[in-house]
């Protein structure tokens, strides 16, 4: 075995010396004692002796280089060695024959290792686990045995089955086209307006009692309208007194609309969709009933056509049907407002001095502050529910 | 209905038969002397009053002549019931068993057949390794012999009528300790259990065994002794949640493969538990059966518990260590689940 | 010779079985060296004059047990040759559908049980025969054929005693041919006779020339009666001598040539021959035309066994049990 040459620890402050020069050469003869090579500490030029006798014949360190103490910087043969193998082709033939052996063998044994340990490991699993497995493509590595001498049994395979249902049931699913556009489009409605919601209560009691007067005096086969009818109805002739919420804001331009586009929220198993009902502001609450039924039908089919989905220019947005009074509707760009109705509730009132039945009911109205200032959404919002408190001033 | 042990509902059953057909008849050892036991368990005791010694004929200590005898009578028309006192001397009788009552049939091409019952009782009860002795696992290996096995008394008595009228021999396997023998011919440790038996004539068909107790986790198949031990054991294990499913082939040549395997289907698990010695036992050929045929439903290795392969041992201290029992049953199946 | 004069016919039926035994045997004997029949062959050549002379006594209905040497005795009981021959070339038209082969011979409906190769096992079992006979009473009797090997087993001991206590209507017929095998008589018995032994039972033992066919008969005829009487059993002992090995493989070096040539001269057909010409119960002419006419019936016989065909690979698994 060739002797290694070490850096012996000299230097009482520092882990590092510099060499200096190597005073003999690969190949030399080296007797024990001799000096070998110098190094300069922090304080001084030292002469560093040969460990041992025999031939130099590696050297790992250049002169003038930093030295770690206690690192092999050579190596000596002894008398009688043969040159072991270097990591080059040079050499092979010196190498001794016990030495190449040994080296075959351990080759031989870590190429055996990988094939015998990993890929070839035999899982124990009980037939009837296989059979469950097979059935159900499971990998029953994966299962934890719990059965007889480390054994993968049923209820290990049942485990698996388990296991992925919930995996299956937790893992992230991507989203549908309809979602995404869905996504797309709120997230930019926050990017690109400045929303303020203006939420009122306000009593629909006449507007209720108004409604089921005009059902009363139905034949039956006609179309009964629906409150959201009577609504639309007036929202369309608050609009018509507030054209700059019927707008439309684009480019840093705004474009107030003569005709009232209604776009109406409905709710679907794939998602939020908003069909416009065009020109709604020419409509009889008749007339609205009439189509704003098969529209809303379509939207939950997914039957909508382009036409029937674009150029709105007023949102309607109703969640008093699921219970909610108030909240914040996001609008709908490039228009520049949308309303939302809450619920309707059944209030006792202390008024004149007597209790009176009062219907109340939530609404929210979101603007855009880009181009329209709290008072006129408030005066808006004031004249629908003048409307909705006096009915038939809707058709004055 | 009567409740009968074992040996009564036995008796009953050779009592019927020989009303009902002249041709059967008793032989063996001290089946019937007068002011005798009746036979070692007192199976046939009194029967020679009704039925006269012309048919209930008691023979010198002769194994060999018994069953020769009996095969002979029979292959000759008659339908013998033969008796050896203790399933041990069975093989002082094997040649006539196994190359002449087995055999006679087939190498004469179907021309004769041997109509005979050879009662034997087996199990362990503290008399000696001679004495002692389950055998069912020698002759279920002998092609040509039916192998019974009952362990309550209505298939004691429905069996044996069922072999008596087989017209094959049929090697009818009693255990000691089962029968319920009475007075001085009453048996230490013995069960004795006491079962209800219709009056009305019925029959337990050979070759059809019974589910004992329903289960889920694991089937057991046991006869005699070994069946009570393993429903003791599953009581114990139903107050753990472990259902055991307890099947009693109660004939073992032809063995209702069926019964068993569907239940293995069930549960997944089989065990044995016999009081023959282990090795080639009649447990084993149901294991390798087992492995064969279920294999794709087994959910753990097939489990034979048995007696070991030791000649029975005298002491009694030896013969629970030889003896199978409940609590070994319970360990060895908490081991498997 | 006779004290039971049997007719003319009888006795012409006694030669012609005689010989059929015996040209049968040596026909066999032919076929087996030609390599046309599979099994081994245990020849009852020498030993006709017992089979014949016992069988004549019986009705089907009496039954016979045999051994591993049952030719001789099946023909004699009137087991079909032709059936007899097709079992021994394996054929499916053989008695025992060629399940058996030739150490199984026999017909239950001619009182033949199969044989038994299993020296001594057929003696309980003829006593068990016996036996339902005597709870049938219906008068029959079963004869049991067995060799001088046989009376060593315990089977046989066993067998006798049973039938001495339950006075069982049977005649065992000891045909002792000097040789168990290659073991001689001398070196397993202390007594001279089988027969002594029967005293040991308590019943009688008789010893007859078993070369002389009409003493066997006779001999046998007196047990029967006895035996149908209620009388219970006896043994008979039948001197004789087989000509042949005891198998085919047998080179017989076990008996000396001028014991052979002593029993040859000895031969129970020439014997049987000379006395019915001597007592002309036959002429010349008759006794040709049944050796005539025994040849003619084993050539059907050969000629039944080769083209009867071979029995279907399922039969296997059949007859195991009686369904």
């Not at chain 2, 048919?55 to 095969?71: K, M, Q």
Request: contains cysteine; glycine residues 8%.
């Amino acid at each position: 075995m060739p002797v290694d040459i070490l850096v012996p620890p000299l230097s009482q402050t520092s882990d590092s010396l510099l060499l200096l020069e190597w005073l003999k050469q690969p190949g030399d003869k080296v007797t024990k004692g001799e000096a070998l090579f110098t190094v300069e500490t922090d304080k001084a030029s030292l002469e560093v002796e040969s460990p041992e006798s025999g031939t130099l014949f590696e050297v790992y360190a250049k002169p003038q280089t930093e030295i770690t103490v206690r690192s092999v910087i050579g190596k000596i043969l002894k008398e009688g060695e043969l040159l072991p193998q270097k990591s080059g082709a040079e050499n092979k033939e010196a190498q001794s024959l016990e030495e190449q052996v040994v080296e075959i063998k351990s080759t031989l044994v870590e190429q055996k290792a990988p094939v015998g340990n990993n890929s070839t490991k035999r899982l124990f699993a009980s037939p009837r686990a296989r059979k469950l497995a097979n059935e159900n493509n499971l990998d029953l590595s994966q299962a934890v045995p719990t059965g007889s001498r480390g054994m993968v049994v049923e209820r290990d395979a049942l485990s698996l089955i388990e296991k992925a249902k919930i995996i299956s049931e937790n893992s992230p699913v991507p989203i549908s086209h309809i979602r995404q556009v869905i996504a797309k489009r709120m997230l930019e409605s926050h990017l690109k307006t400045a929303p303020v919601s203006y939420m009122r209560e306000n009593d629909a009691t006449n507007l209720v009692d108004f409604r089921n007067k005009v059902l009363a005096d139905l034949s039956s086969g006609e179309i009964r309208p629906t409150f959201t009818d009577f609504f639309i109805f007036i929202i369309c002739k608050a609009l018509q007194q507030h054209p700059l919420l019927n707008a439309t804001f684009e480019n840093g331009k705004l474009s107030q609309h003569a005709n009232v586009n209604l776009a109406l929220a409905v709710d679907t198993d794939r998602g939020l969709i908003v069909p416009v009902l065009r020109n709604a502001e020419k409509l009889t609450i008749r007339q609205i009933a009439k189509f704003r039924k098969p529209l809303v039908e379509k939207a939950i089919k997914g039957s909508l056509s382009p036409d029937e989905l674009t150029g709105g220019t007023f949102t309607l947005t109703n969640l008093g049907t699921l219970g909610v009074d108030f909240f914040t509707p996001i609008i709908n760009p490039p228009q520049v407002a949308i309303l939302g109705i809450g619920r309707i509730r059944e209030l006792a009132v202390w008024k004149d001095s007597s209790v009176y039945r009062q219907s109340v009911m939530g609404l929210s109205l979101t603007c855009d502050h880009q181009v329209i200032d709290g008072a006129p959404a408030a005066r808006f919002l004031d004249t629908v529910c003048q409307l909705i408190e006096k009915p038939i001033k809707s058709w004055l | 209905m009567a409740k009968l042990s074992i040996v009564e509902a036995l008796r009953e059953a050779i009592r019927e038969e020989m009303r009902r057909d002249e041709r059967v008849f008793c032989i063996g050892e001290d089946i019937d002397i007068e002011g005798g036991f009746g036979g070692a368990f007192t199976v046939t005791l009194g029967l020679s009053k009704e039925f006269g010694h012309d048919r209930i004929i008691d023979t010198p200590i002769s194994e060999i002549a018994i069953c020769g005898l009996a095969v002979g009578a029979a292959v000759a028309g008659m339908r013998p019931i033969a008796d050896v006192q203790y399933g041990d001397f069975l093989f002082n009788m094997m040649d006539q068993l196994a190359n002449e009552a087995a055999k006679l049939r087939y190498m004469s091409g179907g021309q004769v057949s041997v109509p005979m019952v050879m009662r034997a009782p087996v199990g362990s009860t503290r008399r000696g390794s001679q004495h002692a002795q389950n055998l069912e696992g020698f002759f279920t290996h002998v092609p040509g012999l039916k192998v019974v096995a009952p362990s309550t008394a209505y298939d004691a008595k429905g069996l044996l009528k069922s072999a008596v009228r087989d017209d094959n021999p049929v090697l009818f396997f009693e255990h000691k300790l089962l029968y319920g023998s009475k007075g001085q011919r009453s048996e230490v440790g013995a069960l004795s259990p006491v079962g209800e038996v219709p009056d009305e004539e019925y029959l337990v068909p050979i070759g059809k065994g019974i589910i004992r107790r329903e289960g889920k986790d694991l089937t057991i198949v046991a006869t005699h002794r070994m069946l009570y031990e393993s429903l003791a054991a599953s009581e114990k294990l139903a107050k753990k949640g472990i259902e055991v499913e307890v099947i009693d082939p109660r004939t073992l040549v032809p063995l209702d493969k069926d019964l068993i395997f569907d239940s293995v289907r069930k549960t997944g698990r089989l065990m044995i538990v016999e009081e023959d010695n282990l090795t080639n036992g009649w447990g084993a050929e149901i294991a390798a059966l087992a492995a064969d045929e279920v294999f794709e439903w087994l959910d753990a290795p097939i489990k034979r518990l048995a007696s070991p392969d030791v000649p029975p041992p005298f002491a009694p201290v030896l013969e629970k260590e030889y003896l199978q029992d409940e609590a070994k049953i319970i360990s060895a199946i908490e081991s498997l689940l | 010779m006779t004290n039971n004069p049997l007719t003319i016919i009888e006795y012409s039926g006694m030669y012609h079985r005689m010989v059929l035994i015996r040209r049968f045997e040596e026909r066999v004997n032919e076929l087996y060296m030609k390599g046309l029949i599979p099994s081994t062959l245990h020849l009852y050549i020498g030993q006709e004059a017992v089979a014949v002379g016992v069988c004549t006594n019986l009705k089907d209905s009496d039954y016979i047990l045999s051994t591993h040497r049952p030719h001789g005795h099946a023909i004699a009981k009137g087991v079909s040759i032709k059936s007899i021959m097709a079992e021994l070339y394996g054929k499916a038209g053989g008695c025992c559908k060629g399940k058996g082969g030739s150490m199984h011979v026999g017909d239950i409906d001619v009182g033949m049980f199969p044989a038994i190769a299993i020296v001594g096992g057929n003696v309980p079992i003829a006593a068990g025969a016996a036996l339902a006979q005597k709870m049938q009473k219906n008068g029959g009797v079963t004869v049991c054929f067995f060799g001088d090997g046989a009376a060593n087993e315990g089977a046989w001991h066993e067998a006798l005693n049973a039938a001495a206590i339950y006075d069982l209507p049977i005649v065992f017929v000891c045909e002792n041919n000097l040789y168990a095998a290659s073991t001689p008589f001398s070196m397993s018995f202390r007594v001279d006779n089988v027969a002594d032994r029967a005293a040991g039972y308590g019943m009688p033992g008789v010893v007859v020339d078993g070369n002389d066919v009409i003493a066997v008969s006779e001999t046998c005829a007196e047990a029967i009666k006895r035996a149908r009487r209620g009388e219970g059993p006896t043994l008979m002992e039948c001197k004789t001598y087989r000509q042949c090995g005891h198998s085919r493989s047998d080179p017989r070096g076990y008996r000396s040539k001028e014991e052979e040539q002593e029993w040859l001269k000895k031969d129970p057909i020439p014997r049987f021959e000379q006395w019915l010409l001597v007592g002309k119960h036959a002429s010349d002419t008759d006794l040709a035309q049944i050796r005539e006419k025994v040849e003619k019936e084993i050539d059907d016989a050969i000629a039944f066994a080769e083209s009867s065909p071979l029995p279907e690979p399922a039969t296997t698994y059949t007859d195991v049990f009686k369904e």
